[in-house]
């Protein structure tokens, strides 16, 4: 199982990204995604989590800003973000359980990371 991110880059204060994680390889069921970031000097952080009976849960920090959602049929997770501040400045990480051919229980996958760069 492979996670691929993408997505990130540079914009300005207040404005938008769009990113997105695509699963690929022997996938049976996807539990839930998730997308954390890691800021320079910082721990990595819990952004967004979107299980697979559609709840969400967010930062505190994003909330209203941030919306995460899921395409189950092209096992795709989006990470809408609006009005970006340069404290969202980090490498943005995908993270799903997922349920693989050959095993009994969800293991955890992790993405590349992306860099999300919030700048004048």
């Known amino acids: 199982v492979q996670l691929q991110a993408s997505g990130g880059g540079l914009v300005q204060p207040g404005g938008s990204l769009r990113l997105s994680c695509v699963a690929s390889?022997?996938?049976?069921?996807?539990?839930?995604m998730a997308w954390f970031r890691q800021a320079p000097g910082k721990q990595r952080e819990l952004v967004a989590t979107?299980?697979?009976?559609?709840?969400?849960t967010y930062a505190d920090s994003v909330k209203g800003r941030f919306a995460i959602s899921r395409d189950n049929a092209r096992g795709t997770v989006n990470l809408q973000m609006n009005s970006l501040k340069p404290e969202d400045t980090a490498v943005y990480f995908c993270?799903?359980?997922?349920?693989?051919?050959?095993?009994?229980?969800?293991?955890?996958?992790w993405g590349q990371g992306t860099l999300v760069t919030v700048s004048s």
């Open positions: 993270n799903a359980g997922v349920l693989s051919s050959g095993f009994t229980a969800p293991r955890g996958f």
């Open positions: 390889g022997s996938i049976l069921s996807i539990n839930f």
């Open positions: 979107l299980t697979s009976g559609g709840i969400t």
